[in-house]
């Protein structure tokens, strides 16, 4: 399996790959090979910044002599006018970089300040905002690190790091019990050490999801009101995820019925970037 920074590196290759091709011929047939120049990354819009190590990465991998000066780093919050960083050197190079690191910078900052905003709601709180597997295809990783950066956890990376048993995979198993036992036994039969957790669609599977031991229990377009009392049923025994059309606004009675996480796919899958541009300086 490839490693995360293997990961990114193919992803910003890809990204040259589709917008350069076999040259940027506006750039080399308007800007002199020897041409040097300055440009800063402009914040438009208040939120929270993400992305500026990635954007290190893209300037290092296109041109190493690329000279890069940051003011601001991921995670903090950014108001209009601020500069987040200058970077230096070949103008071909600037030019051709620019639009790569501002697609990535604006998507993962606009992933970051969401996850801020819903994490803010439950400010007081023990549970914690989660991210989903809805994230744009080959960015996940940049997706999924822009949600840490927002204050928020990821739950897992994909599907290799966690056994997460879904209503698709209880029924085809044949209930629970059969999915939970057959999923222990893949583990101890391939030594792997990965937690179970359980997605529940009523109290009967609750039950039948504790008794047999897993990890997490995930309750599935519960109701606040019966979120509440599928928490007094668990009473500690295991950690609760609410998961299903869960928004900004009903975010909170969910964490106000004591649940430890709560996924919310919006953090991904539909969010608005953060408005930005990279200008000569």
């Not at 809805?134 to 840490?148: I, W």
């Not at 509440?228 to 950690?239: D, L, R, S």
Request: proline share 2%; glycine share 8%; charged share 30%.
């Amino acid at each position: 399996m490839k490693t995360r920074e293997e990961l990114i590196d193919n992803l910003i290759d890809l990204a040259f790959a589709e917008d350069i091709g076999d040259g940027d011929h506006t750039t080399l047939s308007t800007i002199p090979a020897s041409a040097k120049g300055r440009q800063h990354l402009l914040i438009k819009e208040p939120g929270i910044l993400a992305g500026v190590e990635i954007a290190r990465r893209v300037f290092q991998k296109f041109d190493p002599e690329l000279k890069m000066t940051v003011f601001i780093n991921d995670g903090e919050k950014v108001k209009p006018g601020d500069i987040a960083f200058v970077v230096e050197g070949s103008v071909r190079s600037l030019l051709q970089t620019e639009r790569t690191m501002l697609n990535i910078m604006q998507r993962m900052s606009g992933i970051a300040t969401t996850t801020d905003r819903y994490q803010s709601k439950l400010q007081g709180l023990k549970a914690k905002v989660l991210d989903t597997r809805k994230t744009t295809p080959g960015m996940r990783l940049l997706e999924k690190e822009a949600v840490h950066i927002g204050g928020g956890e990821n739950h897992r990376i994909g599907l290799f790091d966690m056994i997460l048993i879904k209503d698709n995979h209880v029924d085809f198993a044949g209930g629970i019990t059969n999915a939970v036992n057959a999923a222990k036994e893949y583990c101890k039969a391939s030594g792997r050490d990965l937690k179970i957790e359980v997605e529940v669609r009523n109290n009967d599977e609750l039950r039948e999801a504790l008794d047999n031991n897993v990890d997490r229990i995930m309750l599935d377009n519960y109701t606040p009101e019966a979120t509440k009392e599928a928490v007094k049923i668990v009473n500690g025994k295991t950690e609760i995820e609410s998961s299903g059309g869960i928004t900004l606004d009903t975010l909170r009675a969910y964490g106000e019925a004591g649940v430890d996480f709560i996924s919310v796919g919006a953090l991904t899958h539909s969010v608005k970037g953060l408005d930005m541009s990279f200008k000569a300086c």
